[in-house]
Antibody, heavy 121, light 110 residues
Framework: EVQVVESGGGVVRPGGSLTLSCAAS????????MSWVRQAPGKGLEWVSG????????GYAGSVKGRFTISRDNAKNSLYLQMNSLRAEDTALYHC??????????????WGQGTLVTVSS | QSVLTQPPSASGTPGQRVTISCSGS????????VNWYQQLPGTAPKLLIY???QRPSGVPDRFSGSKSGTSASLAISGLQSEDEADYFC???????????FGGGTKLTVL
């Protein structure tokens, strides 16, 4: 069974840092591109960042570029999101999502339940 | 303000057919395929339609998608109470080099 499980969320002060992790199982991780998609409370979906199967190609939303870094460890079947200089507007549920193919331009066919990040003083 | 424009709400009675629109531009819908996600209350989004009109395994054929120019539509026929959810369109935007989503449409089954 395909599963992606996020962890690492929590409460952090503005300007602080946090690293999210996504543990994948039930599929050959290095065959697929992966993304992080967030959802602020009561709001819609916003793509945050994506990475291709090898880690050699990454992309970021303009709202997080320069502050967030996506990476993956195919040996550990894991995806990461390093978040720096956090702002109140980064408060959201962060979902890990698998792409249908190895690129980050493929639609997301499996989603995790998300990990909640709250940025507050 | 989302890059893709969806109506915030839609409604229908059981058995009816409803459509949800998604409007974009030449750099997104006009140049790439459209995908639709269904998010039931309190759950993670689920891929409903990909490549404009393809259904993943397990998605009933009551759900269908179409695209014309810079707009797309999701149609749900034979509406059921379990279809009550939020629906989001999404497409890769070539100029932004990233995914863009519509603001979402909350479907109510009356």
């Amino acid at each position: 069974e395909v599963q992606v499980v996020e962890s690492g969320g929590g409460v952090v002060r503005p300007g602080g840092s946090l690293t999210l992790s996504c543990a994948a199982s039930g599929f050959t991780f290095d065959d697929y591109g992966m993304s992080w998609v967030r959802q602020a409370p009561g709001k819609g979906l916003e793509w945050v960042s994506g990475i291709n199967w090898s880690g050699g190609s990454t992309g970021y939303a303009g709202s997080v570029k320069g502050r967030f870094t996506i990476s993956r460890d195919n040996a550990k079947n894991s995806l990461y999101l390093q978040m720096n200089s956090l702002r109140a507007e980064d408060t959201a549920l962060y979902h890990c999502a698998r792409g249908q193919r190895g690129t980050m331009t493929a639609p997301f066919d499996f989603w995790g339940q998300g990990t909640l990040v709250t940025v507050s003083s | 303000q989302s890059v893709l424009t969806q109506p915030p709400s839609a409604s229908g009675t059981p058995g009816q057919r409803v459509t949800i629109s998604c409007s974009g531009s030449t750099s997104n819908i006009g140049s790439d395929t459209v995908n639709w996600y269904q998010q039931l209350p309190g759950t993670a989004p689920k891929l409903l339609i990909y490549n404009n009109n393809q259904r993943p395994s397990g998605v009933p054929d009551r759900f269908s998608g179409s695209k014309s120019g810079t707009s797309a539509s999701l149609a749900i026929s034979g509406l059921q109470s379990e279809d009550e959810a939020d629906y989001f369109c999404a497409v890769w935007d070539d100029s932004l080099h990233g995914w863009v989503f519509g603001g979402g449409t909350k479907l109510t089954v009356l």
